[in-house]
């Protein structure tokens, strides 16, 4: 089974609305991180999570860190084209942070 | 930005070939890390190193091998590759104890 389920899988948006992708674990994430991928390209690290409870903006990205540190969500306001790609959640799972296990990802299209 | 160098970008090579793919950073990372993703997206762990002379094999068991006889170069190599070791391979480095793991930009493997 896996250890790490994010939803959607996909997402299809219209311009200008919002949009919520959720990670969830059956273990405890130590530290959470969220990346972004263009097709055929690599890993763009977006913002890292921590504690129960932590919450980290930039620009139109939100994520959060639930208490229980077993789920995280990562919200879009105001979707532009730009936002389009594959966003992916990463977790220690282990506490070390010595290495990082993978969602399934979710592909997100932004449409006109 | 990640300095964090993948080469090739893109190889198309014959069953039986021997390849390397390179890896290098220049963040005087100690941790590195290849990464196989299939076409679902989803990332697989298949090697890491936490710093000179030391490799582990990852989560996903592969055919190949991998080198760390630099603190900066991490190479994987396909002794004779397969048709089953199409897919994209990322390179990723952080720091031990710290964070972020950042990203090489990949590098896809087409075995005819």
């Known amino acids: 089974s896996q250890e790490l389920e994010q939803s959607p899988q996909s997402l299809i948006v219209q311009e200008g609305k919002n949009l919520t992708i959720n990670c969830t674990s059956s273990k405890t994430l130590y530290g959470l991180y969220w990346y972004k991928q263009k097709y055929g390209e690599g890993l763009i690290f977006l913002m890292m999570l921590q504690k129960g409870g932590e919450e980290k903006s930039h620009e139109k990205i939100t994520a959060k860190l639930d208490e229980k540190k077993q789920q995280s969500s990562l919200h879009i306001t105001a979707s532009q084209p730009s936002h389009a790609g594959i966003y992916l959640c990463g977790a220690d799972l282990g506490g070390t942070a010595s290495k990082l296990t993978f969602g399934t990802g979710t592909r997100l299209q932004v449409t006109l | 930005e990640a300095d964090i160098y993948q080469t090739p970008r893109y190889l198309v090579i014959g069953t039986g070939k021997k390849i390397t793919l390179e890896c290098s950073q220049t963040m005087g990372h100690d941790k590195m890390y290849w990464y196989q993703q299939d076409p679902g997206m989803e990332l697989h762990l298949i090697h890491y190193s936490y710093g000179v002379n030391s490799t582990e094999k990852g989560d996903l068991s592969s055919e190949s091998t991998v080198s760390r006889i630099r603190t900066e170069h991490f190479p994987l190599t396909l002794e004779s590759a397969r048709p089953s070791h199409t897919s994209q391979y990322l390179c990723?480095?952080?720091?031990f104890g710290q964070g972020a793991f950042f990203f090489g930009p990949g590098t896809r493997l087409t075995v005819l």
């Open positions: 990723a480095s952080s720091e």
